[in-house]
């Protein structure tokens, strides 16, 4: 929406986090594959990730997010206005998470949504979010990120069961008070020509589950990593840049920036493209590897409550996955 047709800004006004109890290391996978620990470490900055036990679901680790956005905000289930939770691991293919975290948190007048947009899923979900607060058709909206990779790993596949964990993180949004915090700008992005180089094959309608497609372990995640890593380093630099210099900003400009976090190498040269102070990246891949949408949130959240971000500080967001999509997010931070 062009800025002269906005009601209103879309603030973020409170944040928060699940990660489950149960820390998987890398000397814990060593014993599954053949991997090492300085292998994971050099190749992705990846220590150690949390897994839910096999009988919990995804929408356990969103309903924590949500109830403990409404206690930090002071709010009730009543107050939220929308759910959207961005997902690939729904607990069924219907109907939506969204719908049981907004039973869950007994928000009783939201409506609910998933959206699926892999590791993109957080930066598409909050732009998305925003805009129902933007044209004024709602007051406050919940947007959580919330992924159990465990479920989608081959523990016989060692280019890929060592990147990835679960949890869950969100946001609630609502109107700026002041009109200057909240979301300033986006870019998003989508192309589906490479679907197959990051995919879960079977289990939709193109391949539903047989005992065949279970014997082929294809209901787990496949990667070319060698092709999604060059797409992640031009994608996440060149979004990211292209945002903030189209808003008149450098990188020196941003008080945080938080990528998603897949590979610590893809992140140190998006953040070296943007000319931008280390400590102004947050980073916790070394210990929660890369938990698809819920990545930003988790350590948005982390950022948060670390009390790293005042209030007028610039934050950019930026995601790049399956789809393959990208794209970018640019904050004000405050009420
Ligand atoms: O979040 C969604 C988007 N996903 C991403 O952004 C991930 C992008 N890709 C990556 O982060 C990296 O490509 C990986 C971390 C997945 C792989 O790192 P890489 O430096 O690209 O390694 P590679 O795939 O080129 O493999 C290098 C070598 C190969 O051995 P040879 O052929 O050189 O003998 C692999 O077989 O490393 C081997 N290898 C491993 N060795 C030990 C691959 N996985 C492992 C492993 N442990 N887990």
């Not at 000397?27 to 994971?40: F, G, H, P, Q, R």
């Not at 039973?103 to 998305?128: M, P």
């Not at 031009?234 to 945002?243: F, P, Q, R, T």
């Amino acid at each position: 929406m062009a800025e002269t047709e906005k009601k209103f800004r879309a603030a973020i006004t409170a944040t928060a986090r699940f990660l489950p109890d149960k820390v998987v290391t890398n000397a814990d996978i060593e014993k599954l594959v053949d991997t090492s620990d300085e292998w994971i470490r050099t190749r992705t900055g990846i220590v150690e990730r949390r897994f839910l036990e096999e009988d919990e679901p995804t929408s356990k680790m969103a309903i924590a997010v949500g109830a403990d956005l409404l206690r930090k905000r002071g709010l009730s289930g009543d107050d939220i206005d929308l759910i959207i939770v961005a997902t690939i691991t729904p607990d069924m293919v219907f109907p939506a998470t969204a719908c049981l975290v907004q039973h869950g948190i007994g928000a009783n007048r939201a409506w609910a949504y998933d959206l699926s947009a892999a590791c993109s899923g957080f930066v598409y979900a909050i732009t998305a979010g925003a805009q129902f607060i933007e044209t004024g058709a709602h007051r406050r909206v919940m947007v959580i990120g919330a992924d159990k990779m465990s479920m989608l790993l081959d523990f016989t596949d060692r280019t890929t069961c060592v990147l990835f964990g679960d949890g869950a993180g969100g946001v609630i949004l609502e109107r700026s008070e002041d009109g200057a915090a909240g979301l300033l700008d986006f870019e998003l992005y989508a192309d589906g020509s490479s679907v197959d180089c990051l995919y879960v094959k079977a289990g939709g309608s193109r391949a539903p589950a047989t005992h065949q497609t279970v014997d082929a372990r294809e209901h787990y995640v496949r990667q070319e990593g060698a092709t999604v890593f060059k797409f992640a380093v031009s994608k996440m630099a060149e979004v990211s840049v292209s945002l903030i210099e189209r808003n008149g900003l450098t990188g020196t400009d941003l008080k945080l920036f938080v990528p998603h976090q897949a590979n610590k190498r893809i992140i140190d040269a998006a953040a070296e493209r943007m000319d931008l102070p280390k400590d102004r990246v947050v980073l916790n891949i070394d210990r929660c590897a890369n938990t698809t949408a819920a990545t930003i949130p988790i350590a948005l959240s982390e950022a948060d409550d670390d009390g790293r971000l005042q209030s007028g500080d610039l934050l950019l967001m930026t995601g790049v996955g399956g789809g393959l999509t990208w794209g970018s997010a640019l904050f004000r931070w405050g009420h």
